[in-house]
Structure formats: structure tokens, C-alpha cells
DNA sequence: TTCCAGGCGTATC
DNA sequence: GATACGCATGGA
């Protein structure tokens, strides 16, 4: 990690990496632009958790990011991991070159980097994902968040039933979530157990939760507990693999299937065929 | 108005 | 195991 503190704030040197397409791309759903920045091409506020940060991109093209009113603890223990900062992106888009279309998909936004987030919050994000649109899923996570001041825990949210959710409108989705509140604070889910378990046991155990099916099991291992094998397969994946890959994944994606996912995802969605 | 969204539960075969 | 259908809500 190439950075320098520079009084209360910290400017990392760190290629393969652009804000909007990581922090906007779908993965993730409380990242806001903000203005307060005008001198910088880029500025967005959101959370690890409960730990604040804002961040800015420089310049347009370049590979400069200051992380405003953050400790070097801070960058070491928590940003770092959390932008996977220590992965070499760089040598996966090589990989990755071998294959036209995701060389088109690499080449289109190369600053996509998989997220490390928060199991819990990705747990509930998913949930409330399913047959919704990008921005419904942020304005009901935002009204979660907004009558819990902050993302709640699972522990924060103990007995809390779907009639409690109704000010959510999360439709549907409300009575799965109270089932995954139950499952985690009366651990018949136990999500650190669940995180050290192989990829497959973890999307079984996953999908005891009513709600959690195979494509949400695998956007929280992917995104929640960095299970990099996983693969999600949603409506705009599956058009990619009947059209590109009707044969399969080609094999420089082998082991790394969920990071190949993210480039072809934002690809298919912003460019479609 | 109808269709669709980072799908899944249920019924039925 | 495969397939069909309903589902809350809101934007296009």
C-alpha cells in the first residue's frame, strides 16, 4: 500500500481503482457523492459498519485518492482490507485478458475491486435485493438506517417481526427478514462459522434463511465474506452466460469467478447486449 | 397500462 | 429435478 499522511487525512497512490465504479456498481448501497470537494474530481461518504469515511478520487484518470480525517491505524486495520487494497487487480485483468468479451468487460471499467464488506449488512442488503431494482434496494436501506441511526446489527434488531418493517416497504421481503433476524440471534445461523466454511457448505447454510436462495447466498459470500469462487447468477448474468458462455466459464476465471462477475456485471448493465 | 427489477417459496408433476 | 406462478413496491 503506497500512501502518505498528510496532516489528518491520508493520499493513497493505488492503481486499479476508480470510486464510481467500485463504490456505484452495485455491490454495495450506501456509498453517497457528495460536493463538499469541489477541487477534486470525485467525492463519496458511506461506512464500513458503523465507521464512517469519505473519500476522494483526484483526478478523472488518475490513480490519487485522499481519505479525509482518517488515522493510519484506520487505513492499516480497516480501509485497506475493506478496498482490498493488498489484491493485485492489475495481474487479474491480465488473467482475465485471455478472453475477449471480459477483455471488453475489464478494458470498459477497470477500477472495479470487490468490496469486503460487512457480513451482516450484506446479509440484509441481499435479502431486501431480491426481484428489486438498484435504487429501491438503497431507498429502503436508507429508511433502515435512518430509523436505526446507523445499519443495525442483528443483535439492534432482536424480535423485530415484519410488521415492525412496514415503515421499510420492502413488501415481501419483510417477513425473510424477520426469519434471518430469528436464525442469527437465536444462532441457528452462525455467520462466523459459516464464514470459514468451503464455498458450497457456506451457500447451504446460507439458504436455511428464508429469502436467501442460491443467488443471494452467493452475493454474501461474495461481497460479505469475500468467498471469491462465488458466483452470483442474476438476471443480467444469466443473459451473459447464454450468450458468452453457453459452454461455461472459460478457465482464466477459474478460483476468481466472483471477481470476473463484478466487471461482467456493471459491463452488461451499462452496455448491454 | 404494462413491464421489469442483483429471486425465491410453493405447488405440481 | 424441473417448471409455472405469485409476490410488494415503484420507476420507466
Redesign the pocket.
Known sequence: MDYIVKGSDILLNQADFNLDETLD???AFRWRIVDDYPEYFRTYTGFFGKKPLTVSQLEENGSRFLFHNTTEDDMINIWCDYFDLRTDYGEIKRRFSEDEFLSKACDYAGGIRILRQDTEECLISFII????????IKGILDRLCEHCGGFPTFGELADTTAGDLGYL????RAKYLEDCINKVNSGALKLNEIKNMSTDDARQAL?TV????????D?VMLFGMYKIDSY?K????KRVNEKHYPNGLPQCTKGIEGIA??YL?HYI?QNGE
Open positions: 456498481c452495485g455491490q435485493s431480491q426481484n428489486n431494482n438498484i435504487p429501491r416497504r420492502a413488501g415481501f439458504m428464508k429469502g436467501v436462495g442460491p443467488k443471494v447466498a452475493c452470483p442474476d438476471v443480467w448474468i462477475q463484478q456485471f448493465r
